[in-house]
């Protein structure tokens, strides 16, 4: 009674404590299924104040999907196109925040006058033509107006959502068209830019030089300390400054190829299939093979691409069958079914008709009366081209036919209810010879057995050796090369290998120092491996990476070379060819300008160098001058300054690279640089 007591006069404390616990049970929940209360967990992209959600994404992937598979493209990473997409989004909305902003905007009039006005933009005028309208005017009537047409809205509900698509593409274009015009306008060469410009690359010095390259010193003999390694960190500090967290580690692929063992089997496989064909007319001994493709058809000696393949043709009987060609892990035979002497292709007319039989015997009737192509064709009911080359090959027999015994006038080349091709044969080609050819081709691809054996392999490798260190010291004697990986959250691909996003995800929730499990599910010619060496989540890449470290430890490493190559050599002759023996060298020539960034036979980034040259006296001996990558003597032949004043092409060099065009040019950059841009796409994709 006394403990109940108790908690009774406790009560309200009790039930603060209770409350508080749920509220951390709740708040904890949410947090962990990525604040979807708060209506963050479905965002992939913030662009400062911007949301960009995963529906949003989804929809815009998806289309430019279909249109890359409409145009024929093959998409062969999806993870590439996800990130070519969720870039150009970002772009657009930091795009058009900035156009906002300036208060740049597209009236009514604007938007349907480049549509479908007199002067519409090209691209809608072509638009309109592949969907078969004369302009862009007709084709908006026909998807916003279709019952005019006897059309159901369901009907033109793609077209009709596309048409609305390229309104905001064009919209943005107009923008952006406006934006460039102020900016063409605001950014300009005052006379110091144009001054200052012209100065940089109006003197060319024709030099005299000799040199000593660093790579003619042992490294061995010039190891650089952990003090000088720093101290040329801090120098160079700039150059390693992250954008973003970087994660950086070794990667193992193994390339599934077939063993000797499928090769043999191919082999035999090959053999076998060499004799029936040698000894039966056609392929059909081995038509029943599926591990073997044919592809027959009449082609003539230019249609064949392959040489080998070419000149064999061309040299056989019907019958003969060409040695088995191997590249790329596929055999190939060519088998000479038969051959003819044959018309490949005619000149013609040809004119479609949409209509019952009376319309189209009318239409063929008004043809052949003499009336003009030009007054019959409508492009509504009645369509067509004049003077068309036709290629035979292929065309079925009896169409074949037709089109060759045709006389002078049009005829009805096909001919249904409601729709007829009539047709009219200009000219024929001279006969030629034809080949009814079998391309026989089959793949080695991997048993079973060997993806087995080489998966049993690696994982039995990754058991043992389950660290990174373990990983990327043990490779090599292992049979396995292990490359170094820098990835930040959206890198599609691991070191350029197709569908390894899954691979990139698995670093970014991994611990330092672990291994990967074998990733070989998206991509089924590689088996991949990573190990996670090291997170670099601070403002830079620290000097320990091994890259960093790689870099500065051969700029150290030059610039000591330099300081010996210069004591060696400073002082110890009075001219060039002097320089040349000691140097054991000869004596070069080489055009110089302020502005040159790469010099011709000395490479890029010879700074001091150049700067020594522009401030240099003709015909004295100067040197021993310590370069990046070499030490010079030299001597000035001639300082030439340019007869010209500047004029027009200083404007077009400031512009490009440093007024309006180079603005333009960088704009999503520095628009980037302006605007935080917080990328979530690891956790979605």
Same mark, same amino acid.
Not at 196 to 204: G, I, K, P, S, W
Not at 243 to 255: F, L, P, T, Y
Not at 572 to 578: P, V
């Given at each position: ?89 970002? %772009? ?7 156009? &906002? ?75 952006? %068209? ?82 000797? &063992? ?40 230019? /249609? ?206 991994? &611990? ?32 320990? /990476? ?19 190559? #210069? &004591? ?41 160098? #150049? ?32 007869? =010209? ?6 404007? =077009? ?33």
């Amino acid at each position: 009674m006394a403990a109940l007591e108790k908690i009774r006069k406790r009560a309200v404390l009790l039930t603060v404590v209770i409350g508080v616990a749920l509220l951390a049970f709740i708040l904890g929940d949410l947090i962990n299924s990525g604040q979807a209360f708060f209506g963050d967990g479905n965002t992939i992209v913030k662009v400062g104040d911007e949301k960009i959600d995963a529906m949003e994404f989804q929809k815009r992937y998806e289309e430019i999907s279909a249109q890359y598979q409409n145009s024929g493209n093959q998409i062969t990473d999806g993870a590439v196109l996800q990130k070519n997409v969720i870039e150009g989004m970002i %772009s657009e909305k930091l795009l058009d925040k900035e156009l &906002e902003e300036v208060g740049i905007y597209v009236t009514d009039a604007e938007l349907t006058e480049a549509m479908t006005g007199n002067n519409a933009s090209q691209d809608m005028v072509r638009y309109a033509q592949q969907m078969g309208f004369e302009n862009p005017a007709q084709l908006y009537d026909f998807l916003f107006n279709p019952a005019k047409y006897g059309v159901a809205e369901q009907q033109i509900a793609e077209a009709k959502a596309n048409w609305l698509r390229l309104e905001q593409d064009m919209v943005r274009v107009l923008k952006q %068209s406006k934006l460039q015009a102020l900016l063409v306008g605001a950014i300009q060469a005052n006379e110091l830019d144009k001054k200052a410009l012209f100065e940089e690359n109006a003197v060319t010095s024709q030099v005299a030089y000799v040199k000593a390259d660093y790579s003619s010193l042992k490294d061995e003999d010039y190891q650089v300390s952990d003090a000088e390694l720093n101290a040329e960190y801090a120098k160079k500090k700039g150059m390693f400054k992250l954008a973003e967290e970087q994660r950086m580690g070794h990667v193992i692929a193994v390339d599934v190829v077939p063993s000797a &063992e499928d090769l043999a089997a191919s082999k035999a496989l090959i053999d076998t299939s060499m004799v029936v064909l040698r000894s039966a007319a056609g392929v059909d001994g081995i038509r029943n093979n599926s591990e073997l493709v044919i592809e027959e058809g009449t082609m003539r000696l230019n /249609d064949i691409r392959d040489a080998q393949m070419k000149e064999f043709i061309g040299a056989a009987k019907v019958g003969d069958v060409s040695e088995p060609k191997f590249v790329s892990n596929v055999y190939t035979i060519a088998k000479l079914n038969g051959k003819k002497l044959e018309v490949d292709s005619v000149n013609i007319n040809m004119v479609t008709v949409q209509g019952d039989k009376k319309a189209q015997d009318s239409i063929l009737n008004a043809l052949n009366s003499g009336k003009a192509f030009a007054e019959v064709v409508d492009n509504k009911t009645v369509g067509g081209e004049e003077n068309v080359w036709q290629v035979l090959m292929n065309v079925a027999d009896s169409v074949k036919t037709k089109i060759l015994n045709a006389g002078t006038g049009y005829f009805s080349l096909t001919s249904g209810d409601q729709m007829a091709y009539l047709v009219k044969v200009n000219s024929k080609v001279a006969p030629k010879n034809m080949y009814d050819v079998a391309f026989i081709t089959h793949k080695v691809i991997p048993s079973t057995k060997t993806v087995n054996d080489l998966r049993d392999n690696l994982q039995a490798f990754i058991n043992e050796n389950n660290t990174s260190e373990l990983l990327e010291s043990k490779a090599v004697a292992a049979g396995y090369q292990p490359m170094p990986v820098v990835v930040n959250s959206t890198t599609p691909q691991i070191n350029g290998i197709a569908n390894t996003r899954k691979a990139v995800q698995w670093l970014f929730g991994a &611990e330092k120092g672990s291994v990967s499990p074998i990733f070989d599910k998206d991509n089924k010619d590689k088996m991949v491996v990573v190990a996670l060496d090291g997170v670099y989540d601070g403002e830079y890449m620290p000097a320990s /990476d091994s890259q960093v470290k790689s870099m500065l430890v051969q700029i150290a490493m030059n610039s000591k070379k330099g300081d010996a190559l #210069v &004591e060696k050599y400073n002082g110890k002759a009075n001219d060039l060819e002097g320089y040349a023996k000691l140097m054991e060298s000869k004596v070069d020539t080489a055009f110089v300008t302020y502005g040159q960034p790469f010099v011709p036979g000395l490479g890029m980034g010879e700074n001091a160098f #150049v700067a020594s040259v522009v401030s240099a006296k003709e015909n004295e001996l100067n040197g021993v001058v310590k370069g990046n990558n070499a030490v010079y003597v030299y001597k000035v032949i001639k300082h030439e300054r340019t007869q =010209r004043t500047p004029g027009q092409e200083v404007e =077009r060099q400031f512009s490009t690279t440093r007024g309006n065009s180079a603005v333009l040019q960088n704009a999503d950059a520095i628009l980037r640089k302006a605007t935080e841009v917080e990328n979530n796409m690891i956790k979605f994709f």
